[in-house]
């Protein structure tokens, strides 16, 4: 089971289910973050399905890429 650091919210809005990845920085920022939405319901970074948030996170650590907020709808 991978450990996620930053948050993940399951919300529903409209009737669709969306699930929303915040950045590990998100509650200590007063930046702004870009949001990136994923057409595959979250599957992609969920970690029930993916080990993608181990990679994305990584990432954000190396500053390879900036933190961002990613909505699975």
Avoid: N, W
């Avoid at 992609?44 to 994305?56: C, E, G, Q």
Wanted: charged fraction near 20%; include cysteine.
């Amino acid at each position: 089971m991978q450990i996620v650091k930053g948050q993940l919210l399951a919300d529903v809005c409209h009737h669709r289910a969306l699930l929303v990845y915040l950045p590990p920085s998100y509650d200590k920022s007063t930046s702004r973050f870009p949001v990136m939405y994923v057409h595959d319901g979250g599957d992609l970074f969920d970690p029930a399905f993916s080990t993608a948030l181990d990679v994305i996170e990584d990432k954000f650590a190396e500053g390879k890429i900036p933190e961002l907020i990613l909505v699975g709808i």
